[in-house]
């Protein structure tokens, strides 16, 4: 059970999709979590307060009253309500926060794509695109595509789903194996 006196049904009980889209729809929510899975998993709120002013402020250091207004708003709305549906860990007393049971449910609807980047389900979209493509292309008799067999073009791009899928499960913390191995 975290500090901010949580009931210990909502630590362990599967979050509902809507609770998950109502957390993620408040931007300092989303900020808190994103900030808590990039580190350790572990923060101050005067940190969160400093990083997500900045954020809003867009200048680091951010100004004094953004910087406040942040950490009122964390303190008293924003952590008590992550810290209720078992999301993070909210200790009030010593002003820490940790990612809790219920940070991978939520983290798999985080999926922070940059400005001109894309999803991992595009990416995938995109190799599986590419693959089709060059064994159409291989069968058609395309130039430089004819050269390589079918089954060479069809293990190339295998091994660059395979290697694909290995970074981000490694680097994504909401997966199963973060879970299992409880990193």
């Keep these: ?93 010593a002003k820490t926060v940790s990612l809790a049971d219920n940070a991978a449910d939520v983290g798999v609807y985080m999926e922070v794509v940059p400005q001109y980047g894309i999803s991992w389900a595009e990416y995938y979209l995109g190799l599986g695109l590419l693959g089709a493509l060059s064994q159409v292309a291989a069968m058609i008799g395309v130039p430089v595509v004819r050269a390589l067999s079918p089954a060479l073009i069809g293990l190339l791009l295998s091994g660059v789903v395979v290697l694909s899928a290995l970074y981000q499960l490694l680097t994504q913390r909401s997966s199963l194996w973060h879970r299992l191995s409880g990193n």
């Design 1 to 93: 059970m975290s500090g901010g006196g949580s009931e210990p049904e909502a630590d362990s009980a599967e979050l509902a999709a809507s609770e998950i889209h109502d957390v993620l729809r408040n931007d300092r929510r989303r900020l808190v979590l994103e900030q808590l899975r990039a580190g350790d998993g572990t923060e101050t709120v005067s940190d969160l307060s400093e990083h997500i002013g900045g954020i809003e402020a867009d200048e680091s250091p951010p100004p004094r009253n953004v910087r406040q207004s942040v950490y009122v708003s964390l303190h008293q709305t924003h952590l008590p309500k992550l810290d209720k549906l078992g999301i993070v860990e909210y200790d009030p007393d």
